[in-house]
């Protein structure tokens, strides 16, 4: 029993969510978007473009080489129909390459070469922000009509969701590793008051204004200074030098 398209995109949709529910890789959950995504909308290839911290877009996944290729012509050529519809932020189609010569003519000349006639852009959103697209390629005889457009913008839309899913377990990762590092320090200076309170004979609190003092006076973290107290009795020994000559 053949699968209709409807199906095959419920069926990605319910793969893509089983895979971002776990330690995913970004590259290889774009590299199935592309490929699902020229087996569901039947057409000849799928390109992704992305945009990264410094604003310039970059191939992230292509379903075939060709497809890879071409991707890789706009962006040097800096011409093409995913790079007019990243700055638009409006989907941008050219349904027949060879009309399209004067509009990007190194692009269309290759796309034809390669053995495509049409192409169909569509803008991935994070929310307000375009971060990139994915062009839709296709050959001789095969059109890409209203319904295939809306279940491709879907699934452009999906590759949006996942870097966003990325980028917040990116984000708790970092805020989880910052947390614990907040700790550490702590607990290092908790214990290095306790042995500048023990060597000079003085409370706890005396101790911690003792290293605030020298860590202030000696441009020092104060984390770094009470690790370095701990691990090195010199520095132990500087420190109370300097409360000696303060006092």
């Not at 529910?21 to 774009?30: N, P, R, W």
């Not at 034809?112 to 697209?133: K, N, S, V, Y």
């Not at 209203?146 to 966003?164: G, H, K, P, R």
């Amino acid at each position: 029993m053949s699968t209709t398209p409807r199906q095959s995109l419920a069926q990605t949709f319910t793969e893509l969510v089983d895979i971002l529910v776990t330690d995913f890789d970004l590259v290889e959950v774009m590299h199935l978007i592309a490929a699902r995504s020229q087996q569901i909308l039947d057409v000849d290839a799928v390109g992704i473009l992305l945009v990264d911290s410094h604003g310039s877009l970059n191939v992230i996944a292509a379903s075939t080489e060709e497809a890879r290729v071409l991707e890789l012509s706009q962006l040097q050529n800096r011409e093409g129909p995913c790079l007019e519809c990243f700055h638009t932020g409006h989907p941008v189609s050219g349904a027949d390459l060879s009309s399209e010569m004067t509009r990007w003519p190194r692009f269309a000349s290759e796309a034809l070469q390669a053995g495509f006639t049409g192409i169909h852009a569509l803008p991935m959103r994070l929310r307000d922000e375009i971060i990139g697209g994915m062009s839709l390629f296709s050959g001789a005889g095969r059109s890409i009509d209203a319904e295939t457009l809306s279940a491709a913008q879907a699934l452009t839309d999906v590759a949006a969701i996942a870097l966003l899913h990325e980028r917040a377990v990116r984000h708790r990762r970092l805020l989880v590793e910052q947390l614990q590092n907040a700790i550490n320090h702590r607990l290092m200076i908790e214990q290095a008051k306790g042995l500048i309170a023990e060597r000079a004979g003085v409370s706890i609190g005396e101790a911690f204004d003792v290293l605030r003092a020298y860590a202030h006076t000696h441009h020092w973290k104060l984390s770094e200074l009470a690790e370095a107290v701990i691990q090195d009795g010199s520095t132990t020994s500087d420190v109370l030098r300097g409360r000696a000559q303060q006092n």
